[in-house]
T-cell receptor, first 110, second 110 residues
Framework: GENVEQHPSTLSVQEGDSAVIKCTYS??????FPWYKQELGKRPQLIID?????GEKKDQRIAVTLNKTAKHFSLHITETQPEDSAVYFC?????????FGTGTRLLVSP | SQTIHQWPATLVQPVGSPLSLECTVE??????LYWYRQAAGRGLQLLFY??????ISSEVPQNLSASRPQDRQFILSSKKLLLSDSGFYLC?????????FGPGTRLTVL
């Protein structure tokens, strides 16, 4: 079945630095790749997504890139702030469902 | 706009007791619905999903069951809870591609 690998599992950066989280997927038929942010004790929230006909998408300080040939996609956060500290999950489309990565805990230190 | 409700928000139950968690969605019809469990500090484990009334797909064999008695209602049940059933239970619905999570139920089994 479809598998999504996510790295790193934890990431610590200083405020103002950039952060990059990478995911690889196995199903070449996957065509939608969302990213979720989960703050402590809360539900995961969709923060950005990309479809397979696009290579890059930006929304203010966050961006997602997709390499269909290599079957990997990445989340980029620039000018990180303490409120970016959270767990981030990537996902890709499987049959009738999303397949999630294992999550990355991002800690932004002031 | 679509909203998703879950109740209760928190629950403390003894081992061996039954469980019933309810999820309802407003503002959409015939949604795909999902139940996830998240153990403390861990990722999202898909338990069940449903693409229509009475249609349930099980992802993980365990002492839980799910039912979908109405189009926008999804219920997670157990006859006898185990300690390992403790966690954060999230219901979600999926549109064309995007998936949105409910506020979750935090279950503690003692």
């Amino acid at each position: 079945g479809e598998n999504v690998e996510q790295h790193p599992s934890t990431l610590s950066v200083q405020e103002g630095d950039s952060a990059v989280i990478k995911c690889t997927y196995s199903d070449s038929a996957s065509n939608y790749f969302p990213w979720y942010k989960q703050e402590l004790g809360k539900r995961p929230q969709l923060i950005i997504d990309i479809r397979s006909n696009v290579g890059e998408k930006k929304d203010q300080r966050i961006a997602v890139t997709l390499n269909k040939t290599a079957k990997h996609f990445s989340l980029h956060i620039t000018e990180t702030q303490p409120e970016d500290s959270a767990v981030y999950f990537c996902a890709s489309t499987g049959f009738q469902k999303l397949v999630f990565g294992t999550g990355t805990r991002l800690l932004v230190s002031p | 706009s679509q909203t998703i409700h879950q109740w209760p928000a928190t629950l403390v139950q003894p081992v061996g007791s039954p469980l019933s968690l309810e999820c309802t969605v407003e503002g959409t019809s015939n949604p795909n619905l999902y139940w996830y469990r998240q153990a403390a500090g861990r990722g999202l484990q898909l338990l069940f999903y449903s693409v229509g009334i009475g249609q349930i797909s099980s992802e993980v064999p365990q002492n839980l069951s799910a039912s979908r008695p109405q189009d926008r209602q999804f219920i997670l049940s157990s006859k006898k809870l185990l300690l390992s059933d403790s966690g954060f239970y999230l219901c979600a619905w999926m549109g064309v591609h995007e998936q949105f999570f409910g506020p979750g139920t935090r279950l503690t089994v003692l």
